[in-house]
Each structure stands twice: as structure tokens, then as C-alpha cells.
């Protein structure tokens, strides 16, 4: 099978089984309501509002963490910020992505590299399997440049050492547990951008540098 398809495949599945939990839980709240006799409106009518956020917030974080982007142009960090929050709004973690980072007077990025931020966060939330937080932080070195830094932190954090070999360019086949470290790979890639790691006990820094006068 070509590899671009069983990519594309594998990740339809995953988008469909994190979309199934909060579209779910408002066909619910909706069957809940059309009972007769149930007393309970005000908690049903919660459960959608409360799950429609959250499937909204996915989807317009999908978007931009796997949908096509322009070749060119500057993001709006402040903007994407906030969806990125969304996306963890009624989750066991808290991002840190401080407004002095998404300052476009300090560093700006193109929305490539906002892409590859996005499926950083991927990575790193599913680190996280009891919850934590998750820090944001934007720079450049003297060389200009670009370093993106994405940390977790957490108790117990879940990082598979195949992890370091496809982000070193090994040859490791796609499957459905690292398709996404492989897309991540290769949107690393189209920037001519590197990964770094560093793992501890309860740390995950995950660091991105690109050469300057890339997108």
C-alpha cells in the first residue's frame, strides 16, 4: 500500500476515535431530554453545551495540527494560542503558553511551524497519561535561529524510546500507536528543522531549531 494513504488512514482513525467521546456525550445529553419523566434538564443540557465545546475545540485544533497550510506567511500566535487552550479545556492539563510568546515583535512563525507546534502538543499531552502541564516557549539563539521549546511535566510520564528513533530518521514501520510521531517527523522535515529530546522521571522536553530564513 502507498505509504501516503495508510498515513492518511491511520490518521482518520485516530481523529474519529478522539472525535467519538465529546459528539457522543451530546447525542446523550440530546436522547436524555427526549425522555419522558426525566427530571434532569438542566444537567443534560450542561453535558451538551459542555461536550459541544469540547468537539468544536478539537476539530479547530485538528485543523490546523493536520490540515493543509500556506507555503508562506506569518501566524497569529495570540489567536492560535487560544485554540491551542481550548483544546485542553476539560482536561487533566494545563498549557502554559504565556502572551510573551506570542508577541509577533519578539519572533514570528510561519504556519508550518505552527502545524509542527500543534502535533508537539499531541506528543507530549499523550505523555502525560495522569495529567500535568505543558509549557510553550519561543526563541531564537545567537545564530538566529528559531528554537521552539515544548515541555511536560508530570507524574509517570509515558515516552516510548521508538519515539528517538524516528525523530534520529530510522526506518520504523507506521502504525496506529506512531503514526503520529511519524507525521511529526516529516512536518520537522518540510522545515529542515530538527528534534531534540530530553526525558526524565516526570520531564519531557521535546526542542525544535530551525535554520534562519526558513518558513
Same mark, same amino acid.
Given at each position: 500500500?502507498? !505509504?501516503?494513504?495508510?498515513?492518511?488512514?491511520?490518521?482518520?482513525?485516530?481523529?474519529?476515535?478522539?472525535?467519538?467521546?465529546?459528539?457522543?456525550?451530546? =447525542?446523550?445529553?440530546? !436522547?436524555?431530554?427526549?425522555?419522558?419523566?426525566?427530571?434532569?434538564?438542566?444537567?443534560?443540557? +450542561?453535558?451538551?453545551?459542555?461536550?459541544?465545546?469540547?468537539?468544536?475545540?478539537?476539530?479547530?485544533?485538528?485543523?490546523?495540527? %493536520?490540515? =493543509?497550510? @500556506?507555503?508562506?506567511?506569518?501566524?497569529?500566535?495570540?489567536? &492560535?494560542? &487560544?485554540?491551542?487552550?481550548?483544546?485542553?479545556?476539560?482536561? @487533566?492539563?494545563?498549557?502554559?503558553?504565556?502572551?510573551?510568546?506570542?508577541?509577533? #515583535?519578539?519572533?514570528?512563525?510561519?504556519?508550518?511551524?505552527?502545524?509542527?507546534? %500543534?502535533?508537539?502538543?499531541?506528543?507530549?499531552?499523550?505523555?502525560?497519561?495522569?495529567?500535568?502541564?505543558?509549557?510553550?516557549?519561543? +526563541? @531564537?539563539?545567537?545564530?538566529?535561529?528559531?528554537?521552539?521549546?515544548?515541555? #511536560? &511535566?508530570?507524574? =509517570?510520564?509515558?515516552?516510548?524510546?521508538?519515539?528517538?528513533?524516528?525523530?534520529?530518521?530510522? +526506518?520504523?514501520?507506521?502504525?496506529? &500507536? =506512531?503514526?503520529?510521531?511519524?507525521?511529526?517527523?516529516? %512536518?520537522?522535515?518540510?522545515?529542515? #528543522?530538527?528534534?531534540?529530546?530530553?526525558?526524565? #522521571?516526570?520531564?519531557?522536553?521535546?526542542?525544535?531549531?530551525?535554520?534562519?530564513?526558513?518558513?
Amino acid at each position: 500500500m502507498n !505509504e501516503n494513504i495508510h498515513l492518511a488512514e491511520l490518521l482518520c482513525t485516530r481523529l474519529c476515535h478522539d472525535l467519538t467521546g465529546p459528539i457522543g456525550a451530546v =447525542n446523550n445529553g440530546a !436522547e436524555f431530554l427526549s425522555e419522558e419523566g426525566f427530571d434532569l434538564q438542566n444537567q443534560a443540557v +450542561d453535558l451538551i453545551v459542555s461536550s459541544a465545546f469540547s468537539a468544536v475545540s478539537r476539530l479547530q485544533f485538528y485543523r490546523m495540527a %493536520y490540515g =493543509n497550510v @500556506k507555503d508562506h506567511g506569518e501566524a497569529n500566535l495570540a489567536e &492560535k494560542q &487560544k485554540t491551542a487552550a481550548d483544546y485542553f479545556v476539560g482536561s @487533566k492539563i494545563v498549557l502554559d503558553w504565556p502572551e510573551t510568546h506570542t508577541d509577533a #515583535a519578539s519572533i514570528s512563525i510561519s504556519l508550518k511551524m505552527l502545524r509542527l507546534i %500543534y502535533n508537539l502538543l499531541i506528543i507530549t499531552s499523550s505523555a502525560l497519561i495522569r495529567g500535568g502541564a505543558i509549557s510553550v516557549r519561543l +526563541d @531564537k539563539d545567537d545564530l538566529s535561529r528559531k528554537i521552539i521549546t515544548v515541555t #511536560a &511535566k508530570g507524574a =509517570n510520564l509515558k515516552w516510548d524510546s521508538e519515539a528517538e528513533k524516528i525523530f534520529s530518521g530510522a +526506518d520504523c514501520e507506521v502504525n496506529t &500507536k =506512531n503514526v503520529q510521531l511519524h507525521l511529526t517527523k516529516k %512536518y520537522a522535515d518540510d522545515l529542515r #528543522a530538527t528534534i531534540e529530546w530530553r526525558v526524565g #522521571a516526570e520531564e519531557l522536553v521535546l526542542q525544535v531549531t530551525q535554520p534562519p530564513g526558513d518558513q
